[in-house]
């Protein structure tokens, strides 16, 4: 099975901030990498999805990048509903992986 | 609107079992795979099984094959998940999502509780 090592765990950030979070597969996985925020009590929410891919509706300060089994989630300037948890899935598999999340909290 | 709603969920005695439903509605449900994904509590994501559009094809995590089983009917547009033999790890909130052919998981369904106890 293929394994995604997502960091950080936590990120302490301001308002206004740019802040990058990664995920590295333990093979390359195609560029078939997604990224969902969960907000607490909510289900998670697909932001973009094939590494670049933004989803309707989702602001243009989330992008993402990478290639082969490395990845990254940036958010170019944080706004205060940006704060949440963040995941990565792989699906180049069908035996879908998820890295173990980043937790986005308030400085 | 995309619509996803689970149901089935509760507290279950460690070695029963229990069938989760979700019921689909503003998509053609027929053409499209559909997934379950758990969350045990305060724990992330965990991808639980896969079954294509049409039923013909099922993909299980190593930790659930044998114990539970994905299914669907088309025609009543909803997915199932028979989970039998529980064990107290598969406690969780299980979501069902839809899984299009390009991009996966896309839709979620606001999850339903499984706890397995004594």
């Known amino acids: 099975d293929i394994q995604m090592t997502q960091s950080p765990s936590f990120l302490s950030a301001s308002v206004g901030d740019r802040v990058t979070i990664n995920c590295k597969a333990s093979?390359?996985?195609?560029?078939?990498l997604n990224w969902y925020q969960q907000k607490l009590g909510e289900a998670p929410k697909r932001l973009i999805y094939n590494t670049n891919n933004l989803r309707t509706g989702i602001p243009s300060r989330f992008s993402g990048s990478g290639s082969g089994t490395d990845y990254t989630l940036t958010i170019s300037s944080l706004q205060p509903e940006d704060f949440a948890t963040y995941f990565c899935?792989?699906?180049?598999?069908?035996?879908?992986?998820f890295g173990a999340g980043t937790k986005l909290e308030l400085k | 609107e995309v619509q996803l709603v689970e149901s089935g969920g509760g507290l279950v005695q460690p070695g029963r079992s229990m069938k989760l439903s979700c019921a689909a509605s503003g998509f053609t449900f027929s053409n499209y795979g559909m997934a379950w994904v758990r969350q045990a509590p305060t724990k992330g994501l965990e991808w639980v099984a896969t079954i294509s559009y049409d039923g013909s094809s099922t993909y299980y995590r190593d930790s659930v094959k044998g114990r539970f089983t994905i299914s669907r009917d088309n025609a009543k547009t909803t997915l199932y998940l028979q989970m039998n033999s529980l064990r107290s790890e598969d406690t969780a909130t299980y979501y069902c999502?839809?899984?299009?052919?390009?991009?996966?998981?896309?839709?979620w369904g606001q999850g339903v509780m499984v706890t397995v106890s004594s």
């Open positions: 093979q390359n996985i195609n560029k078939y």
């Open positions: 899935l792989q699906h180049n598999s069908f035996l879908n992986t």
């Open positions: 999502t839809r899984d299009p052919p390009v991009g996966a998981l896309d839709y």
